[in-house]
């Protein structure tokens, strides 16, 4: 007779989902170009205190106007008109900062979006590239990119500055005044530190100076604090109410309609002058949701889809009105 063979069937394992909004890297690049854009000044004093820095702006959509094909590579880039103190004088340079959130090498892109920046405005291009993953560095990462040589000098390299933010414990960070630093303590190394401790200090924080805050600093802590919070929603909520924060705007649509509708106003109020027409109210309103919404899809806030989903219905009320403006016995308020 045979022998029975007893097979020994292994149970299936249902496989670890992730959720999006932790492992997506395009989110994590959009909420730290968003960090950088609303605390700019803090960014700079935190991590380069003995460099004085003077007015800047913002030229991203300058850059991108420029160099359309690499729109969708540059979620994680911010790009700045700076005055910075050189030699013990202001100097105007062009400061670039590009997020990753895993360790790679990122030298040679670095040095072609130096060359890039440095096209576009002709200014010495300050690079910084800030590392949030959550590896062990055995080694550091390269900080220079070879891109030229001569017999006299011998290699010629493009350097820029590494930041890693799990380099810095997050109770150091969390007991400074800076709002950018109690946030990035949620980033940071957080051995030893209790979670909640770390949620509340940056809802007090935020409650003490939002009278300071603009409505975008404040939808980016809660968008910030929503995303690497380590604590339930429950207690999220809790802290939130405890704390006078509950009044936080929640959600991206809300923002833009509250910040397009002040733009709008102003807008409308200057058309309408000019003009004499209560249209270019109607008109400068839906124009100014249009350009906050180009702006927030340029600095990566909104995705393709969500910015191509809430600007369509908006152009469409844009091309009625000017149609309007257009039709026979209507005076253009152009031509008035």
Known sequence: ???????????????????????????????????????????????????????????????????EALRESLRGDLFLAMEVEIGGELREIVIQLEHQSEKKDVSRRVFEYACYAWLLREKPVWSIVIYTDKAVWRKPVPDAFWYGFDSRNGKHFHHFDVIKVKDENSNDLIRKHSLLCKL?????????????????????????????????????????VNAYKNVSEETSDRIKKEVGMEFIATTITEHIQHEAEIKGEIKGEIKGKVEGKVEGKVEGKVEGKIELLESMYIQGIVSKKQFEAMVAPLRLELAALEEKDQEPGTESRKDH
């Open 1 to 67: 007779m045979k022998k029975k063979v007893k097979v020994k069937v292994k149970p299936k394992v249902k496989p670890k989902v992730k959720s999006k909004s932790k492992s997506n890297p395009k989110t994590h690049d959009s909420l730290f170009k968003w960090l950088i854009a609303s605390f700019t000044e803090e960014f700079f004093a935190h991590y380069f205190p003995d460099i004085p820095i003077g007015s800047y702006t913002f030229i991203d959509k300058e850059f991108i106007s420029r160099y």
């Open 184 to 224: 990035l303590a949620l980033k940071a190394n957080d051995k030893g530190s209790d979670p909640e401790k770390l949620v509340r200090e940056i809802y007090r924080a935020a409650s003490e100076m939002r009278n300071g805050l603009t409505n975008d600093q404040l939808l980016l802590i809660e968008q910030w």
